[in-house]
């Protein structure tokens, strides 16, 4: 395990051939308002008279990091460290204000399973919805509609409108949708807490899947088992900082200590 000052080696020409995710120096800077502005008019008024205050907050601050291709990658920290930013940083998502980011092959980000889902939609719209909005064709999805809706474990209610679905179904459906396709880096937001237990081993053996066929996995999780069994690699980040990068399990163990003194 190796802190953040520490630099990571340059990678040779065959290195090159291996990593998948390289950050290098990346930050993002949020401008946050030291008044509580109730509407949008209120803020338009204030910022013509010039009198709303803001502080800087380093959501990522010169973050380094280098993934391998085939390798699941854990990211740890408490809530606000970062760690969402950095995926959408990875995700294209987010642009950073400073540093490069190279990635390589199709990403799949899991960062708000159902987010383009419509509520007035069915699922079987919404199915090909977001599949429009991840670049498939209409034909493609049709290939794989029937797969989708098997792993989500919908059945008859494909074709009821998502409004009259449970969050936890919503949420099987995007999961469903997201990784129905092959991708070359999957991103994933601790969503793995989706619908009951045996789905969650479903999601975790298809996450399995991926890494053997040779995707790269970032993964952020507050689950210090799941940490240690899926991930080989894990960084630990605090407000925006990069505390650690290691073995998952040492880093886990770091984090978790340095929480529980808290």
């Known amino acids: 395990m ?26 993002v800077r949020y401008r946050v308002a030291h008044e509580r502005i109730s509407s949008l008019k209120e803020y338009a008024v204030r910022a013509l008279q010039r009198r709303v205050n803001y502080s800087d907050l380093w959501a990522l ?29 990875v995700a294209r998502v987010l642009r950073p204000m400073g540093g490069r980011v190279w990635v390589r092959g199709h990403v799949a980000p899991l960062l708000e399973l159902g987010a383009a889902f419509h509520p007035e939609l069915t699922g079987r ?17 049709a290939g794989k509609f029937q797969r989708i809706v098997d792993f989500a474990e919908l059945g008859d209610f494909i074709d009821a409108p998502l409004r009259t679905y449970s969050s936890g179904m919503t949420m099987r459906l995007g999961f469903a949708v997201a990784t129905d396709a092959k991708p070359d880096v999957l991103i994933i ?16 053996a298809r996450i399995e899947e991926f890494r053997r066929q040779g995707a790269t996995i970032l993964l952020v999780t507050h689950n210090r088992q799941l940490t240690q069994s899926l991930c080989q690699r894990a960084m ?9 990068i290691g073995p998952a399990a040492e880093v886990a163990a770091a984090y978790c200590e340095a929480t529980n003194a808290g």
Request: glycine letters at 12%; a negative charge; one cysteine or more.
């Open 2 to 27: 190796h802190t953040a000052s520490e630099p990571h080696p340059a990678p040779g020409r065959e290195g090159e051939c291996q990593t998948s995710i390289r950050l290098e120096q990346v930050s």
């Open 236 to 244: 630990w980040l605090d407000h925006g900082t990069v505390r650690a």
């Open 189 to 204: 937001d601790e969503i793995l807490a989706v619908g009951d237990e045996a789905f969650q081993r479903k999601c975790t």
């Open 61 to 89: 601050n010169k973050v380094d990091l280098e993934v391998r291709r085939g390798e699941v990658f854990g990211i740890v920290g408490r809530n606000g460290a970062g760690k969402s930013t950095l995926l959408k940083v």
């Open 125 to 141: 719209e919404n199915v090909f919805l977001s599949g429009t909005l991840l670049g498939f064709s209409r034909r493609e999805m």
